[in-house]
């Protein structure tokens, strides 16, 4: 009896498949049931059956009629994505209601499944790359015009002696480049913010420090990178290495263009603080996407660091070598009150420090220990430059009181800043 009416074909099934639109919920019950019997057919196809074989024809024809119907209405979907301003995430979420029908193409024509696949993978990456394409371009207009540059360094001191020849304008803030300030906020409170709008900032005039054009940036590629990702492994049914490929194939143009954009900006860039924040928004992300399920971008991230930590690392020997260099024969003025480089190291080490014991490295620690020597080294330089040994011991005195005067407030500050940490790690 099951054999029988697993081989029977009644009228409701031929005439729905036949006539009825692929968005009725009653086509999409016949076709569980179609695809059922074509795989009975099969099964009984090996034994010799004479019932399998009488029905085999019309269920091929209904196969073909359903496969038809199909592909014509998942690539109109697919076609969807590529009307100017389209929410992608409709067609995408109309398409996640019927993916049962590429289930049913991959069972019984994978080469249609395959060109459903194809469509969508480039229509995807064309509107990927232009998205991202476009508002990288936007936003990095949105960035603070004073930028450190090569000549703005811990041991070059504002008053120092200049060449009359020497016309370079100075960085009107220097002492932003060395302490963390308000700052530190793209990694607590603004992490998860929505991400910068440039028309709407370019309207107020608002402008941002790097990090938090980086921060915008990667909060929008890890958005859309983890609802892209949950689509394809849940419609085209892919796992593990398949669904890394799969992604790789829809989002590796726009991820390619980040990383030229990034290594470019990068290799110019003389922020220390800012490439370090980055350094640790990568972190940050890379925890968020793990707890979504997401490891898709594992890869890029570690691109990413391996893009921010040399130059980093660069910026800082330059720091250290500037300060070993100084010499305090050439400044124009010396007095028993705390000079401005060790102001500059104090709050540059604390804000170092801070952001580091979230993800501790080890090679941090290391460039860290080789700013201090020459810092102190710096010091005792300038206590020389006094005649008298009261005068060089009331320098010290002044210049080391202040500096674990800024580290102490700034500990207590990361302290406070590291509890708030805490709770918004809780919250995701």
Known sequence: MRKLHSLNLPLSIRSTILETAVTERQFLEQLHELNHKINFVKE????DSKSALDV????????IKAIAKIREFLLQKIYQFRKPMTNYQVPQ???LKFRFFYEFLLAN????AKEVRDEYVETMSKIYYSYFRSYWNRIMKLQFEDVADKDDLMGIEDTAKRSIFSSRPQLKNRSTIFSLGNRGNILTTDLEAGIIVPHAAQKSDTKYPYEGLFRSLHYALLDNCCREYLFLTDFFMVATAAAHDLFYMVL????GMFLKELESYIGECYDSIAIFLSIHVVYRYQVIMHKRGVPALDRYWETVHDILWPRFEYIMQLNIQSIKETDPSRLCSVDARPHHITRRYAEFSAAIVGLNESFPSERVNRLLALLQGEVENFVLRMAAEFPQRREQLVFLINNYDMM???IMVRRQQWRRWRHLQVRVEDLC
Do not use: P, T, W, Y
């Open 93 to 95: 979420n109309a398409m």
């Open 252 to 255: 590796g143009k726009a991820l």
């Open 109 to 112: 024509e994978r080469h249609v």
């Open 56 to 63: 085999r024809d019309i269920l091929e024809k209904l196969k």
């Open 44 to 47: 009984q196809s090996f034994h």
């Open 404 to 406: 674990l005067g800024v």
